[in-house]
């Protein structure tokens, strides 16, 4: 008899089929899922084609507090428009969020999920469940709280289905200094993701790989996956055309957001085609948060300018890049089939080869172009920042390499966000290229 978590991969490889509507029948590729955050049912139209869950429950922006049966009318709704299934959102008070222990009738609150939706499940409309975003900041609770209740909905709705189970956290779970770095990814958890949102480029790409390498893929058994969470939002309260938000300097006004983040979409997909462990992507987030028409102070505890709350709707780009990425994986038409072990609990994933596999862009080392010596203006390297005005040229001059990190005159650039308005110049990446400048007139060697 097969052990109960191969029975569960195999379970998962036939929901897999099911959630790729349009995916070619019988093939074994690794990436299958595209779903969003911020999915409203007045967004479906734009959708169709390259969604494979939706998740929801529906929702209209309109009401903000749908009940249970206006939520299952609008995912029908939805689910017919986009011939995908959805990825029911669990309701508040089935997980306490960052705590250690789950509260006082969970199991009822999930027992009464089961009533209003098995049928859902059985007619293939539901495909699962996603524990809510971010609703752990340490490993005990994952292992404590997310752990029991995924086992139960499985235990309850797998008879209907089997479903999926997926829950998203922030990399903070795996931040020493918040405690438990050694937890166990509970097996009853089938897509796991840490969101991690950077500088944009090339740099984004590289500081989410590293996460998920670090924080994920060592967790992962073999029946288990990874999802990719990049950010695809704009900030609306900054002047068009510019960056400036401290930490998220690609997430500035849409029209100047879109490009740096189409960049990062496809970068994340290259690598994702290499890495069989990565099931799909699920950006955060598509929508408008607060809607075009309303101030976006009302909506959420983000203030303008810095606030969030454009989604990929307001930028065609990315939209544009979503979609891309989205028909690629519906269609199975991204690369070749990689090869799925024939006993998925023994096997060894990382070990499988991917044929024809994206290959990474090749950069050439930059090395000196002086010989090697003691001497500290040829030997050594340094990483240097003031955050109130320009690092001293003189000092940093004397190193043979000197980079310097985006928060340096950080009081200079800074003021200018605060204000609402950034003339020519005044960007951190701006006064980065006037701190080379200065160093450059003291020491301009090559």
Known sequence: MPSP???????????????????????DRHLRYMAVYGWETQLTAGMVGWITL????????????????????AT???????AAPVLWSLPPGIISPGAVSLPLGWEDKLADLHTALSPLVKKGVVAGFFTGDEQCANGTCIENQLG???????????????????????????DPKRGNTSWVLPASIDLFSVDVYSSGGLAEVAAVQAAVETCVLPRLRPHQSAMLVPGV??????????????????????AYAQNETAAVLQGLFEWAQTEPRIAGFCPWHYNDRCGLATPPVACHDAKPPCDMDRGAVSMPIVRAKLEEIGRAIVTGSWKRPWKRPENRERAEVTAVPVAAAAQPPHYPVLLPKWATSYAMADSTIAMASNSKTFFNATL???????????????????????????????????????????????????
């Not at 029975?7 to 995916?23: G, N, T, V």
Request: some cysteine; proline content about 5%; glycine content about 10%.
């Open 233 to 254: 939002f704009g900030n609306s309260g900054l002047p068009l055309g510019q960056g400036g938000c401290h930490g998220l300097n690609k997430y500035g006004h849409p």
């Open 5 to 27: 978590w191969l029975a569960r991969a195999l379970a998962l490889l036939a929901l897999a089929r099911h959630c790729s509507a349009a995916a070619v029948v019988g093939d």
């Open 148 to 174: 029991p209740v995924a086992e139960r909905l499985h235990a309850l709705f797998d008879a209907d289905g089997p479903v999926l189970v997926y829950a998203n956290e922030a990399l903070k779970v795996c």
């Open 396 to 446: 940093a001059a004397k190193f043979g390499i000197i980079a310097f990190d985006h928060n340096n005159a950080y009081d200079l650039w800074y003021k200018h966000i605060k204000a609402g308005h950034m003339p020519k110049g005044t960007t951190s990446e701006e006064y980065l290229v006037q701190q080379c400048a200065l160093v450059k007139q003291v020491n301009n060697r090559e």
């Open 54 to 73: 939706a998740k929801g429950p529906g929702t209209n922006a309109s009401d903000p507090a749908p009940t249970l049966e206006q939520q299952i009318e």
């Open 76 to 82: 029908l709704v939805a689910h017919r428009e986009l």
